[in-house]
């Protein structure tokens, strides 16, 4: 296969060029910089907003995964949240138009989202995890800061440009994505295991907000899947079955690491936290309980199902690299 990744410069996109290239398909990576060359990737330049010669790479491609986007680890300043808000929809909105010239385009197009797109889990009156099918979308809850509210629309834009490409031959899906856990640097988990190693990884605000997670390894045959599932389209949940609160999340990370201490943080001192880790506290403290109800029901088995295996496998693993 020739798989083209937009965006695959980071985290999850060496998780998916890895696993790629070991299966022996041909890797385009697009980003905004020249990259050194690496075994079985070639790098091609783009700038994530206009058509140039990086379009041709789709022509005759079998698949395109856009990984796109400015991180959300940043202050949600206004200008922030703008460029978060533009990076996703003018790449996505391009990578259409790429598709739609192509001579041959690609049999899928799979579009990175995000699980953030649903409410706060805690103004569901039925107290159900969010489903692809029961789902609500966030944006109306009551008593929840403004910028939770542009981060749904972030949400919702981006997966309404996809669905408004005009690409009738090629197949879509919106990976509505939990946090996903690698032993990599950089990643969520480094931050949550340095919380945890400093003794400042316990409950924040209480701590029963809920938080969703997949781990590495089953986001990436949960890909695989949907690369080769011609019968799944539009909106997918990329999430680990079992949920569980921010409480329950930091316990087990710090069990994993030694049972290590951790002191309580006030929603007060996350903001403080959060103001000099340069990230915001929108990611702690929003309660996030995805289910993936479309993978579950096509077959998909999970070989990290629940956090406290998937924990130590992390620490495991990060302790042997």
């Known amino acids: 296969m020739k798989i083209v990744l937009p965006g695959g410069t980071g985290q999850v996109g060496g998780l998916l060029r890895r696993a790629m290239v070991a299966r022996g398909a041909e890797v385009v990576v697009l980003g905004r910089r020249p990259e050194q060359p690496t075994d079985g990737v070639r790098h091609v330049v783009w700038d994530g907003r206009t058509l140039g010669a990086w379009a041709d790479e789709l022509d005759g491609a079998d698949a395109v995964v856009n990984l796109a986007g400015r991180t959300v680890s940043a202050r949600y300043t206004d200008r922030n949240l703008r460029q978060m808000m533009d990076s996703r929809v003018d790449s996505t909105r391009v990578v259409g138009q790429a598709i739609e010239r192509a001579a041959r385009p690609p049999a899928v197009w799979l579009q990175m989202s995000t699980a953030t797109i649903y409410a706060d889990a805690r103004s569901r009156p039925d107290d159900l995890p969010h489903d692809e099918a029961n789902g609500i979308?966030?944006?109306?809850?009551?008593?929840?800061?403004?910028?939770?509210?542009?981060?749904?629309?972030?949400?919702?834009?981006?997966?309404?440009?996809?669905?408004?490409?005009?690409?009738?031959?090629?197949?879509?899906?919106?990976?509505?994505?939990?946090?996903?856990?690698?032993?990599?640097?950089?990643?969520?988990?480094?931050?949550?295991?340095?919380?945890?190693?400093?003794?400042?990884?316990?409950?924040?605000?209480?701590?029963?907000?809920?938080?969703?997670?997949?781990?590495?390894?089953?986001?990436?045959?949960?890909?695989?899947?949907?690369?080769?599932?011609?019968?799944?389209?539009?909106?997918?949940?990329?999430?680990?079955?079992?949920?569980?609160?921010?409480?329950?999340?930091?316990?087990?990370?710090?069990?994993?690491?030694?049972?290590?201490?951790?002191?309580?943080?006030?929603?007060?001192?996350?903001?403080?936290?959060?103001?000099?880790?340069?990230?915001?506290?929108?990611?702690?403290?929003?309660?996030?309980?995805?289910?993936?109800?479309?993978?579950?029901?096509?077959?998909?088995?999970?070989?990290?199902?629940?956090?406290?295996?998937?924990?130590?496998?992390?620490?495991?693993?990060?302790?042997?690299?």
């Open 137 to 321: 979308i966030g944006g109306e809850e009551p008593d929840v800061p403004l910028y939770w509210e542009y981060s749904v629309r972030i949400a919702r834009r981006w997966e309404e440009t996809q669905a408004a490409a005009d690409v009738p031959g090629t197949r879509r899906v919106a990976l509505r994505a939990a946090m996903v856990m690698t032993p990599d640097r950089g990643g969520v988990f480094d931050y949550l295991s340095w919380m945890a190693r400093v003794g400042v990884g316990g409950p924040v605000a209480g701590g029963g907000q809920y938080v969703s997670w997949i781990h590495g390894d089953d986001f990436v045959r949960a890909v695989d899947l949907l690369l080769e599932r011609e019968d799944l389209e539009g909106p997918v949940n990329l999430a680990a079955p079992e949920p569980v609160t921010q409480r329950e999340l930091m316990r087990s990370l710090r069990r994993a690491w030694g049972r290590r201490p951790g002191l309580p943080a006030t929603r007060w001192m996350a903001e403080i936290g959060a103001f000099v880790l340069r990230t915001d506290t929108e990611l702690l403290l929003k309660s996030r309980r995805v289910v993936p109800g479309r993978l579950l029901d096509a077959g998909f088995t999970f070989r990290h199902p629940t956090w406290d295996e998937a924990a130590r496998h992390l620490v495991a693993e990060r302790r042997r690299r």
